[in-house]
């Protein structure tokens, strides 16, 4: 993969007889099926977008006829995805969910994913979705975590990417009211 003036290039190289036995087998499951034990066993999903992404697969050792073939049985669908080998975790997919080890405020321990602003972590069974970006959004996945877990809050909540082994912390802000219109006044 080579980057020159903000364009990526992708360098074909044919696999060699050792890397065909190696290849994976590419699958598919729906992305709102996607569970905890999906990322324990695989740290790095993808979403199909583009035909680009096709030539990144082909890259990390998938079969190319293969990959076309699965994709079109679904339509070339962005509602599946597909697991990633873990050094995958920096390739260019618009759509990657990065498996996460995460610790809350009370010290419970939970697995999630982190995708583009959207950290999410599971807890018997549920998936509890936070953003950035829509903190009133998260209000109420938030409270019930919180609740099962038996804490007041669960932010800050300290996480590890499982594939990099990066670190960060998320902390939700709290919903801000909206100003009251002119006419409330």
Known sequence: LARTLGVTTR?????TPESVERMPHFTLKPSHDLTERDFLEHPVWAEYYEPDDIAALVDLGFH?????????RIGYSDEYAFPLPA??????????????RATTQGGKQL???ATGACLAFFHDGQCY???AALPERGAQPAHELASLLGEATIFPVQYEVVATGERAVYQQ???KPFPAAASDA
Do not use: D, I, M
């Open 87 to 100: 050094s995958a975790a920096g390739e260019p997919f618009k759509y990657l969910f990065l498996a996460v």
């Open 129 to 131: 979705r936070f953003n």
């Open 11 to 15: 360098t074909r190289v044919s696999p």
């Open 173 to 175: 802000e709290q919903p």
């Open 64 to 72: 190319e006829s293969e990959v076309r073939a699965t994709l079109e």
């Open 111 to 113: 697995v999630g994913f």
